[in-house]
């Protein structure tokens, strides 16, 4: 019961930490990238559903996030392993962020910045993950 309730709270951390760096780069699209470089246009979100159903995902991954990074944790103290769950984190979120209707023609810029924001979300996520566990907020899983 104890490792559920600590997996529990690292679920939310990540969450939470996921859902307020997806705020952060919905404003930055809205108020910098979209205004100033008209390349990048398409990432300009308005408040609507579409925005309420990404922020409910990019929270829900964040939660799944959490939870992986601790178990990852457990597992190994290996730095690439760390770095690697965040990068598989993160692309596979920016991957789903990619329309099937993508136009040839239309350039790649916004897909990469899609794909950085998403790495950015999880790389913070893992960061707050590992003071939670520093401060003994979160603790790691116990051996087994």
């Known amino acids: ?40 246009a398409s ?32 597992s190994d103290k290996n730095p690439q392993l760390k770095v690697g769950g965040v990068l598989a984190f993160g692309l596979v979120r920016g991957l789903t962020q990619i329309e099937l209707g993508w136009d040839s023609n239309s350039t790649i810029w916004p897909f990469l910045v899609l794909a950085g924001e998403s790495l950015l979300w999880f790389a913070l996520a893992a960061i707050a993950l590992d003071i939670a566990i520093q401060l003994r907020w979160i603790k790691p899983f116990s051996s087994i």
């Open 43 to 74: 990432l300009q979100s308005h408040v609507n559903w579409h925005l309420w159903v990404s922020g409910a995902v990019a929270t829900f991954t964040g939660l799944l996030f959490g939870v992986t990074y601790r178990y990852i944790i457990r």
């Open 1 to 40: 019961m104890a490792e559920r309730i600590e997996s529990l709270k690292a679920g939310i951390i990540g969450g939470l930490s996921v859902c307020f760096a997806f705020a952060i780069a919905s404003l930055l699209n809205n108020l910098v990238l979209a205004k100033y470089f008209q390349i990048l």
